[in-house]
Structure formats: C-alpha cells, structure tokens
C-alpha cells in the first residue's frame, strides 16, 4: 500500500469538570466525550527519502514539523525506526480550528493509527494512546471508542455506558481560543487552590453528580443531557459574550441541553428529534458570521478508513 486515508471526526465534551490546578500545571478533569460525524480527511502518503511534508490549505493550520500531524508522525517513527519513510501528510480541514472540538488531536490520532496500517507495524493500541498522551491530553480518546469518559488530564479512558440523544446542532464561530488561555482564565478566577475547595469536593458528592463521582471511581452511566455540564463554558462566554446569545438561541429553539465544548468557542445543542435539529440549524445558521451544522454522535470505534 501506497498511501492510506482515515477520517478524523471531532469530539464534543458533554462533561467538562475542572477538579483543579496540578503541580504540573495541568488541570485535573472528568470529561464525557462523545465523537460526531463531523469529519477531517487526512491523507498520508509514502515519498522518496525520510522527509516529512505536511500540507493544508487552512491558514490556521501549521503547516511543516509544528503541526501535531507530524509530530505524531515523528513519535511513531522514534517507536518504530526501521520503518522509517519518506512520508506527506496531507489535511483538509472541516472541524473548526481553535474550537474546542478537538481537531489538531484527531489528525495527530488518525496518524498514529495509519501509519501502523500503511507501514505494517504491529503495535498494540494500548501502546499507541500512550504515544498519544505525549501528543495532547486529547489524542487517547481519538483511538479508544466513543462515548467515553476521561479523567486525568484527559488521557485516561473508559467505557460510558448508556444512551443520549443522537442530534447535535454544532455552531461555529467567526473566532477561536486558545485552550492554554482559557484554563489560564479558569485559574484567574479560581485562586490558588483551583477547583479543590470544600464547595467543589461538596460537588462530586451531591446526588445529582453521581455519574460524575461514577466515573472517578471507574462507574461509568451517562447522565441525561440537563445533567451535563463545562466548566469551561462560563470563561469562554466571558471572553465573548456572542456564546452565551447562541447558547440561548439553541435553547429557544428546542435544544434539550445546549453548552461549549471543551475550551470554546464552539457551542452546541443536543436534540431527540431530527427534524427538530434540522430547524434549529436552519434558525441559528441564519445569524451572520454563524455556521451550523447538524452532528450526529458516532458510537464505537472513533477513526476509520476513508474508501
Ligand atoms: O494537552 P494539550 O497540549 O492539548 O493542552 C493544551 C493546553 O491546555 C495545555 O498547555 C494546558 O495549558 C491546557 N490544559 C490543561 N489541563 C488539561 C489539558 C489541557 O491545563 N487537562
């Protein structure tokens, strides 16, 4: 095989609790991630040589070594060095970058799964989430199942059982932000001790939150879409107030639940009923600087080959 192409679907959090700041100055989470059909392409190719080349067309994206795409790459190769190849990756892009959808962490994902597959390694899974973890505390989820929990920074998973509503109105903003800035505002205004005050352990023990303690102690139901939760949502909407206004649309318009995904800015509403979210979309799409789109959640294996 010459070249191998793997779509690399975006994630949503359904769950994003902050538990605190950790010495290593990453935050201690509980996320629900489910993945939708909302797909990159990524193309990789075998070329003459040992280069490296990564191509996309979106100007937000890094092209060359900084890419996460070709750092996953350069990972896999320091894993597996008599397999090392000339390599072009190739990305187009239809998650939004910057969103809180995890993007830049399916690609380098998409990578580390092709590769084995393109090049004929035998690589455990296991092995390959943990060359991820390296990457971005997203990465692990993209080659473990979806829906799921994490906890950790991100990188430890497990299985979520149980059901959730299957549409999703996905809303993109003209804009993007910055993980690292969001949770340096989520510190700002949570002191030293982040989230691990008496009122946020208080949290984890109410009631209402068992299946967030559930999936600290490796439990595992989905809680019904009025239970999920961001943390992060109230910094993003800060930052930008337009997200609290679509928030409010997607509510009006008949979403269960609506909220920010990951660090923002994108928002989302989740629905039972198709039709339902096909008029939700066609009523906040029509918003100027507003795209929306209707996501349907993806439940098993997140990465595939592209025919
Ligand atoms: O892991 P990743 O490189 O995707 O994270 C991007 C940035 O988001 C980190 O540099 C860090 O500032 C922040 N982050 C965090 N705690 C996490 C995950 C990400 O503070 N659990």
Known sequence: MESIQVWSPAKLNLVLRVLGRRPDGYHELVLLNTAVDLYDRVEMARSSGTGLRVECAHPGVPAGP?????????????????????????????????????????????????????????????????????????????????P???????????????????????????????????????????????????????????????????????????????????????????LHGEIGEVLDSLLGAGAEHAQVSGSGPTAFGVFQDEAKAFRAREEVGRTPGLEARLCRSLRGPVLKQAS
């Open 66 to 146: 900084d890419n996460l795409a070709a750092r996953a790459a350069e990972v896999f190769f320091q894993e597996c060095p008599d397999l090392r190849t000339g390599l072009s990756i190739k990305i187009e892009k239809h998650v939004p970058v910057a969103g809180g959808l995890g993007g830049g962490s399916g690609n380098a994902a998409a990578v580390l799964w092709g590769l084995p597959r393109l090049l004929g390694a035998k690589i455990s899974n296991a092995r390959l989430m943990e060359l991820g973890a390296e990457l971005g505390s997203d990465v692990p989820f993209f080659l473990f199942e979806s």
């Open 148 to 238: 799921a929990w994490a906890t950790g920074r991100g990188e430890r998973l497990h299985r979520a059982e149980g059901d959730f509503p299957d549409y999703f109105v996905v809303v993109k903003f003209p804009f993007g932000l910055s993980t690292a800035e969001v949770f340096g505002e989520w510190d700002r205004r949570h002191g030293r001790s982040g989230g691990n005050s008496e009122e946020d352990q208080g949290y984890l023990t109410n009631s209402s939150n068992n299946s967030t303690l559930g999936a600290l102690r490796g439990r595992s139901a989905i809680p019904l879409p009025r239970d999920w939760n961001n943390d992060l949502g109230p910094v993003a909407s800060s």
